[in-house]
């Protein structure tokens, strides 16, 4: 862990400059609006260590896949979210010194992120080679109340010296990508200009020809008065600036506001973006720094009366939280069916693709609880409009009449994941579809998305199950074979406990939403059978074949679940004899070494009975549990939330804690020793249900909400607000009480502590 960061329940904050660690805080400090966002990058010149990352949403280019060893049923390409065209920049040249922290003596150094108000703040003391010294301070934020604006207050003083100075505001559009595996450039010149007090580049990215077109406008300030200099203007291929020569006097405080509008064609007509690009810079300009800020600034109060989570008497609990919350709702607002929720979000390039099945498992739950309906009602349509994609994925791979095979990875519905052991074997993500939709119907009651959209993706996941599946004369049951589960690092098992699970879950779920469907809307029903071709009788048939006949390994003598074949062949060994030097294993230890150890990557039957906890005992929670997570390393970020959860229901108040805080501050303190390559955006989320689910002991049964709450011994109280079919409660949690409040909304009867109350 790296705890250089200061506790503060609002604001993130690094007090002094550490260059050794900058790229974690470049991740840590970044801005988004759902639209665009970018690393905490310096807007000055840096020449130390960075990772310089710029990103706008649905932006991508197909890299060619690169493999040592080709197999059939690979995807073509590895989708890369794209480094995208810089706004920035404002490089400070004083005397031919330019302002480089990297080479300047650093004082004061200070860097926060104000959540409550989405503002990035920076300021600091810098010394040049010959004394001249200056003082900075900067602010910055990417538009919540408009996703293509961006503005950057950029405040200079000389200290002890008066000299001229060149200022110069760039866009930047020959950018690279750090994990391009031909380093190969991906953006193509459309074109670019610069006139005295703005500039404008457009670029275009190779193959899939997205064009991203930035615009900038600025103005100075001296004291507090409007000011100006000489300009002198530049473009070259890709790029565009102004450059400014300015008179610095000693004492006196020069502020630039930078302003940037950044338009994608996935939202302009390519013939217009830009002169939209120019109107939308021109309007952003006119309304100025604090009118846009003031603006931004109410979106974000917005968002936390909605969704704020309130801890007392725990600092680093409390940042934890919120910090999660942010980068969850800059990622994703909802605004854009075409979009969904990245694993890097706009703080990294790592993973590619825009999809994972996380979305479904983790993050619907909290846009469940936190936002409108329609808004995860759009992430599982976002699924429906990728179903003929699924199918395609499922022809690829030898299956046949309508199965569907949701990708690992994806960015259109194509598989783009390159790695055989996931790519073809972590087969479960496909029934992730199926849960998402349970989770969804379950909590809003919205039992017509069977009808319009649901049951077709259903159809087609269990006819890929029924397919997977082989019967083993052997075991006189179904099989599923060569598979990876949610643990990772096992790869090429038999029967993994939970895809097995699974399987036959989604089978039994179909035939339920069937049922419905031909119930409710025979019509409907009709229509889309034909469609399909689906052969009811034969089909279901066999559904319930499976379900009745599957194999599930099970060690009865130890009262557990068993991961897959042959797990009890290993060696046995809990984490905590492992030497500290050895973690993480995935980067200390060969592939070959994990393999053949016991040590699980993330939960994997406790994801299972976490999923469908009322299907199992107390006592079989109980001792799979204790069996399995003594082995569990938690090297994916989606792993302590679980544990979270399930420590709660079984009373392990202290590993419940321990693991809230591996999972909330996962980033902030770098457990895992790999944030420099982003945020883990999508298991944010799994903060937030350690809070509600966990600690809170929310669900929902039969239609009705649930609550178990017991609060952590290092709390003094906290509190969360949901919203559930049309009502908003707030539930508040003490040592000495708990008390929920129906903030809006008809009467509700829920049950709290065993006990139904009415609010």
């Known amino acids: ?74 995807p073509e390409y590895f989708a890369k979210v794209l480094n995208a065209p810089s706004w920035i920049g404002i490089k400070i040249n004083i005397e031919n010194q330019e302002l480089d922290l990297a080479k300047c003596k650093v004082e ?176 952003t300009s006119k309304k100025g720094f604090q009118k846009l800020l003031d603006e931004h600034v109410a979106v974000w109060t917005h968002i936390w009366n909605e969704c704020d989570i309130m801890i007392e008497g725990d600092v680093a609990a409390q940042q934890g939280i919120r910090f999660n919350i942010f980068q969850l709702m800059q990622t994703y607002t909802g605004k854009d069916e075409r979009l969904n929720i990245g694993p890097k979000g706009f703080t990294g390039e790592k993973y590619g693709g825009s999809t994972y099945w996380d979305t479904e498992a983790y993050c619907l739950p909290f846009y469940l609880s936190t936002s409108d309906p329609s808004v995860a009602r759009q992430l599982l349509v976002y699924r429906y409009k990728h179903l003929s994609k699924a199918i395609e994925n499922a022809k690829k791979l030898g299956f046949k009449d309508g199965a569907a095979f949701y990708p690992f990875v994806t960015m259109n519905g194509e598989e783009c994941h390159n790695e055989w052991e996931i790519t073809f074997e972590e087969i479960h993500r496909t029934s992730a579809m199926a849960y998402a939709m349970r989770d969804y119907v379950n909590y809003t009651g919205d039992q017509d998305y069977f009808t319009e959209y649901g049951l077709e993706v259903l159809i087609g996941i269990s006819r890929f199950w029924s397919q997977r599946v082989n019967w083993s004369a052997d075991k006189n049951k ?90 009890l062949d290993k060696e046995l060994i809990k984490v905590s004899d492992l030497p500290a030097v050895d973690r993480p294993l995935n980067q200390k230890w060969s592939w070959d070494r994990i393999l053949r150890s016991c040590f699980i990557k993330q939960a994997d039957v406790l994801q299972c009975i976490y999923l469908f906890e009322d299907d199992f005992t107390l006592d079989q929670i109980k001792k799979n549990f204790d069996f399995y997570e003594p082995m569990t390393v938690h090297e994916s970020s989606l792993s302590p939330c679980v544990h979270v959860i399930l420590a709660s229901k079984l009373g392990y108040k202290e590993k419940a804690y321990e693991m809230y805080l591996r999972t909330s501050r996962l980033d902030l303190d770098d457990y895992n020793n790999d944030t420099e390559d982003g945020c883990h955006i999508t298991s944010m989320a799994g903060t937030w249900m350690s809070v509600v689910k966990g600690f809170g002991g929310m669900s929902v049964r039969e239609g009705k909400l649930h609550f178990m709450p017991y609060i952590p011994e290092q709390w003094k109280s906290y509190s969360f607000r949901i919203e559930f079919r049309g009502r908003v409660l707030k539930v508040k949690v003490a040592k000495e009480k708990t008390e929920v409040i129906l903030e809006s909304g008809d009467h509700l009867e829920i049950v709290l502590d065993g006990k139904e109350v009415k609010l």
């Open 108 to 283: 004061n150094f200070l860097r926060v992120l104000d959540m409550k108000q989405g503002l990035l703040i920076r300021s600091f003391s810098a010394t040049f080679l010959d004394g001249k010294k200056v003082e900075v301070y900067a602010q910055r934020f990417c538009g919540m109340a408009d996703g293509e604006v961006g503005a950057i207050k950029y405040s200079i003083k000389p200290i002890n010296f008066s000299a001229k100075a060149k200022i110069t505001l760039s866009i930047d559009a020959d950018v690279v990508n750090k994990d391009s595996n031909y380093d190969e450039k991906f953006w193509d010149r459309v074109y670019e200009e610069a006139q005295m007090g703005w500039a404008i580049v457009n670029a275009q990215t190779k193959k899939t020809q997205f064009q991203v077109c930035t615009g900038i406008e600025y103005s100075f300030e001296l004291n507090g008065q409007r000011t100006g200099g000489k300009v002198f203007t530049n473009t070259k291929d890709k790029y565009a600036d102004n450059v400014v020569e300015v008179e610095l006097t000693q004492g006196a405080e020069l502020t630039i506001y930078k302003y940037a509008a950044v338009l994608s064609s996935e939202n302009h007509p390519k013939e217009k973006i830009v002169k939209n690009c120019l109107t939308k810079i021109d309007q």
């Open 1 to 74: 862990m790296k705890q250089y960061l200061k506790n503060n329940e609002w604001q993130i904050i690094e007090e002094g400059f550490y260059s050794h660690l900058n790229r974690i805080s470049e991740s840590i400090f970044s801005l988004g609006n759902g639209q665009m966002g970018q690393r905490a990058n310096f807007e000055e010149s840096y020449s130390g260590d960075t990772h310089q990352g710029t990103y706008v949403a649905g932006v991508y280019y197909p890299d060619k896949t690169r493999v040592g060893w080709w197999k059939n049923g690979y």
């Open 478 to 567: 179904y099989v599923i074979l060569g598979v990876t589960g949610p643990n990772e690092y096992e790869n090429n098992v038999n029967n993994n406990w939970y895809t097995n699970y699974l399987c036959a879950w989604t089978l039994r779920f179909t035939q339920e939403a069937l049922d419905y469907v031909k119930k409710e809307d025979a019509t409907k029903y009709k229509s889309l059978t034909e469609k399909i071709n689906f052969k009811e009788g034969e089909e279901t048939g066999k559904w319930k074949d499976i379900v009745s006949k599957m194999y599930y390994g099970e060690d009865k003598a130890r009262g557990i679940f068993l991961q897959q074949d042959g797990f």
